[in-house]
């Protein structure tokens, strides 16, 4: 099994590895690159931020995506503010069919993230911490909307808990590297702080990696620019989840109602983030509060909102997505970027 050190490592050489022995096939009437049966290990999770040279991700959609998958959302009116594509994978423009969200957390009624961590509570040695995507009494139809990311399994030995992910279809560009690592590790984290267990290793096995021809040249631009300038490589310090499982729903709550202040441009918008309890979806809150005023034109204010994060993960992030497409103006961009570095 190959062995990635995190989240960044293992999309530069996923990504290495489909641009040297991939082999093209076209699916749908696309062109991808294509390696089939990938199965590899990231031993640090949490350093779950990716961002390298060439890459152009944007940080803001990834950070608000998590946020809506864990509180069981499908609706696009909130998506699509952070994720504008997001409509272009519906069936009827309002919701994802097979959204996360609401298969992890309300299952047929059944909320498969609280039945987990209930079974690991009262069993830790258990093997049948089980949280299924994908819904074969619904899936097996002509939808833009089919779940990639199928089943999730949570082991706990000696204190640490693995947690292993197979997935039937991933582009490495957009799914692997834009959001699905970083919000399979906040579930893996949100998991073992539930059972007072250190986070252990993802194991992915993924039936078809692929790079779609739309992304070709940026892939070709981030292996010719991206090595050793990702988040990790410039010596970030991850923030790390300290909610509890019992006060989870309510966190959660209390990030949208300040998310909304935020996008509202609310006085109290500032206060309200710095009051909010959790350092983890604290730090999600100062991504997306910087976003909105840069996007207002406020850009001391911005300067304010994400100062806190210097010299975290999250902070030369978000400075990243400044310098790269916070920011038209070049000058803007290099000032919000040089606050975090």
Same mark, same amino acid.
């Given at each position: 099994m190959i062995n990635y050190h995190n989240a960044e490592e293992s999309f530069m050489g996923e990504l290495r590895e489909i641009n040297l022995t991939g082999y093209e096939v076209i699916v749908r009437g696309s062109l991808t690159r294509e390696l089939a049966a990938r199965t590899f290990r990231?031993?640090?999770?949490?350093?779950?931020?990716?961002?390298?040279?060439?890459?152009?991700?944007?940080?803001?959609?990834?950070?608000?995506?998590?946020? !809506?998958?864990?509180? #069981?959302?499908?609706?696009? %009116?909130?998506?699509?503010?952070?994720?504008?594509? &997001? =409509?272009h994978f519906s069936d009827d423009g309002k919701t994802w069919r097979a959204g996360y969200g609401p298969r992890l957390r309300n299952w047929h009624g059944v909320d498969q993230l609280r039945e987990?961590?209930?079974?690991?509570?009262?069993?830790?040695?258990?093997?049948?911490?089980?949280?299924?995507?994908?819904?074969?009494?619904?899936?097996?139809?002509?939808?833009?909307?089919?779940?990639?990311?199928?089943?999730?399994?949570?082991?706990?030995?000696?204190?640490?808990?693995?947690?292993?992910?197979?997935?039937?279809?991933?582009?490495?560009? !957009?799914?692997?590297? #834009?959001?699905?690592?970083? %919000?399979?590790?906040?579930?893996?984290?949100?998991? &073992? =702080?539930?059972i007072d267990a250190h986070v252990g290793s993802q194991h992915w096995l993924v039936s078809s990696m692929h790079l779609y021809e739309r992304h070709f040249d940026r892939a070709a631009t981030v292996l010719r620019l991206g090595p050793g300038t990702g988040v990790y490589d410039r010596g970030a310090t991850a923030v790390p989840y300290e909610g509890s499982w019992e006060n989870l729903q309510a966190h959660l709550d209390e990030w949208f109602r300040v998310e909304d202040l935020i996008r509202q441009d609310a006085p109290n918008a500032a206060d309200a983030v710095d009051a909010y309890p959790e350092p983890l979806f604290r730090t999600f809150l100062r991504i997306v509060h910087g976003h909105w005023l840069v996007r207002s034109?406020?850009?001391?204010?911005?300067?304010?909102?994400?100062?806190?994060?210097?010299?975290?993960?999250?902070?030369?992030?978000?400075?990243?997505?400044?310098?790269?497409?916070?920011?038209?103006d070049e000058y803007v961009a290099q000032d919000v970027d040089e606050l975090l570095r």
């Amino acid at each position: 099994m190959i062995n990635y050190h995190n989240a960044e490592e293992s999309f530069m050489g996923e990504l290495r590895e489909i641009n040297l022995t991939g082999y093209e096939v076209i699916v749908r009437g696309s062109l991808t690159r294509e390696l089939a049966a990938r199965t590899f290990r990231i031993g640090h999770p949490t350093q779950r931020y990716i961002s390298v040279q060439g890459r152009l991700n944007s940080v803001v959609a990834t950070v608000a995506e998590t946020v !809506w998958v864990l509180a #069981g959302r499908s609706d696009l %009116e909130f998506l699509s503010r952070y994720l504008p594509r &997001a =409509r272009h994978f519906s069936d009827d423009g309002k919701t994802w069919r097979a959204g996360y969200g609401p298969r992890l957390r309300n299952w047929h009624g059944v909320d498969q993230l609280r039945e987990v961590v209930e079974l690991l509570r009262s069993d830790p040695s258990s093997r049948r911490a089980v949280i299924s995507l994908f819904d074969p009494s619904a899936d097996y139809t002509d939808s833009r909307d089919i779940p990639c990311n199928n089943w999730i399994h949570f082991v706990q030995r000696s204190n640490r808990l693995d947690m292993s992910i197979a997935v039937r279809s991933n582009d490495v560009m !957009w799914g692997f590297s #834009g959001i699905n690592t970083f %919000e399979w590790s906040v579930l893996h984290e949100v998991v &073992a =702080r539930a059972i007072d267990a250190h986070v252990g290793s993802q194991h992915w096995l993924v039936s078809s990696m692929h790079l779609y021809e739309r992304h070709f040249d940026r892939a070709a631009t981030v292996l010719r620019l991206g090595p050793g300038t990702g988040v990790y490589d410039r010596g970030a310090t991850a923030v790390p989840y300290e909610g509890s499982w019992e006060n989870l729903q309510a966190h959660l709550d209390e990030w949208f109602r300040v998310e909304d202040l935020i996008r509202q441009d609310a006085p109290n918008a500032a206060d309200a983030v710095d009051a909010y309890p959790e350092p983890l979806f604290r730090t999600f809150l100062r991504i997306v509060h910087g976003h909105w005023l840069v996007r207002s034109g406020d850009i001391e204010g911005a300067r304010r909102a994400v100062g806190p994060l210097k010299g975290t993960d999250a902070g030369i992030a978000i400075g990243d997505y400044f310098a790269r497409h916070g920011a038209e103006d070049e000058y803007v961009a290099q000032d919000v970027d040089e606050l975090l570095r």
